[in-house]
């Protein structure tokens, strides 16, 4: 009998998924926008955004460790509940007036605190949800999600923001955050109660040491994914997170609706790579992983092209075009990669260590990120005359990525 992916739990995790995710970035872009209409400083909003994101790298790893000693759903329905207070805070502060941009530091910081806590639990939670042979296409989902969230929050946040006004859309989102909270609460997570030894605190950093220790020293493949995973976020995926934008609005000088089109099309092209994961990768291996590396290398050489002087003349439809089209591949290939990974590191995890594992690799990779951002903005501006360089040095990178891959991966197994 064929397993079905959607089973009762599953769907209402995923539920819930959306909820949080969703409703968190829709209300964090209306706040932004609420903070740019009240100061029009970019560089307060910048610094603002900048902040909020630090907990996502801290307690990421903290966050893994949680998910693995306390019940799953009853973590996710506390996380929501806390998203609704600091959300009800919001609703108080607005009803006494103006809010202060401190205050609204600490609230964007505070969901993004809990949002990155929500995330490994959630992704410790697909193994024991859905059946092995459809891991692949429940990570799938879980990461279309996001990507969904990310493309549609601001698109929501910014409609909703102008048509009811930022008081009902916060009163909205508290609403949501206790409904999601309520509709977990009839999730059923498999969950063995274990025993802390030393007391809270103690115990998770114990948990938290003990994970890095079974990524370091106890699984070697694990150790080497996670590495690939973080060059990938330092020297390739930063080319479009830094590099896309700074074409297609300075280079080729797109209007407002081009330009978010050609957003649109980076986060379709993700969810096109979760919800298609399970077939590209249906006969792939650890040791082959290599190959789709390559392809993504020979995918950024027309990019290059298409922002190469001699191509630039002639015109921006064929220019945009050829970007975005071998740009689309690209991406849906990172996230085939990205989702694979997982898959195997999960299938071969124990339960009780799922959360410590999948938080590390994310935790290592979200910090190389802003590294490679960094990097790709040096880069971009030092070329800003001819933008196919540094298109070519992200072709460089993951042609390198690619050999190193395949030496490290040649008998790999997890």
């Known amino acids: 009998m064929k397993s079905k992916l959607f089973r009762r739990d599953f769907s209402l995790v995923v539920a819930g998924q959306i909820v949080s995710v969703l409703g968190s970035a829709v209300l964090r872009f209306s706040m932004s926008l609420y903070i740019l209409d009240v100061t029009g400083r970019a560089d307060l909003f910048g610094l603002l955004i900048a902040v909020s994101s630090i907990p996502a790298i801290i307690f990421t790893p903290v966050g893994g460790a949680i998910a693995d000693r306390f019940s799953r759903r009853n973590l996710m329905v506390i996380f929501d509940i806390g998203n609704g207070l600091i959300v009800g805070v919001l609703i108080f502060l607005l009803t006494m007036g103006s809010v202060h941009i401190i205050a609204v530091g600490v609230i964007l910081t505070a969901l993004a605190l809990i949002g ?6 959630v992704q410790a939670s697909v193994p024991v949800l859905v059946s092995e042979e459809l891991l692949a296409n429940g990570n799938g989902i879980v990461t279309a999600v996001g990507a969904l969230s990310g493309l ?24 949501l955050f206790f409904l999601s909270a309520f509709v977990l609460l009839f999730v059923r997570i498999p969950f063995t109660k274990r025993a802390l030894e030393k007391g809270i605190v103690p115990t998770i950093l114990a948990d938290m040491k003990l994970g890095f220790r079974y990524v370091v020293k106890e699984k070697p493949a694990i150790r080497t ?78 990019i290059a092209l298409a922002v190469s002087p001699l191509f630039l003349e002639l015109g921006y439809w064929p220019s945009f075009t050829m970007l975005m089209g071998f740009t689309a591949g690209v991406v849906v290939l990172a996230t085939v990669i990205s989702i694979f990974i997982i898959t195997l590191v999960q299938k071969a995890t124990p339960n009780e260590m799922l959360g410590k594992v999948m938080a590390i690799i994310m935790a290592v990779s979200q910090c190389a990120t802003p590294l490679g951002m960094a990097l790709y903005g040096l880069v971009f501006e030092l070329f800003s005359r001819a933008v196919f360089v540094p298109v070519l040095i992200a072709c460089a990178f993951t042609l390198g990525i690619t050999f190193v891959a395949k030496q490290m991966l040649r008998t790999a197994e997890i």
């Open 116 to 121: 990155s806590m929500y995330q490994p639990t």
């Open 152 to 175: 549609l929050g601001p698109v929501l946040g910014g409609v909703l923001f102008g048509i009811i006004g930022l008081d009902i859309l916060v009163i909205g989102s508290c609403v």
């Open 225 to 302: 994914v996670t590495i690939l995973a973080a060059a990938l976020n330092m020297l390739m995926v930063p080319l479009f997170i830094v590099g896309l934008p700074y074409i297609l609005r300075v280079v080729l000088e797109s209007s407002e609706g081009m330009f978010g089109i050609g957003m649109g099309i980076l986060e379709l092209s993700t969810i096109l790579g979760a919800v298609s994961v399970g077939v590209i990768t249906k006969n792939m291996t650890l040791p082959k992983l290599h190959r789709l590396l390559f392809v993504s290398a020979l995918l950024i050489l027309p």
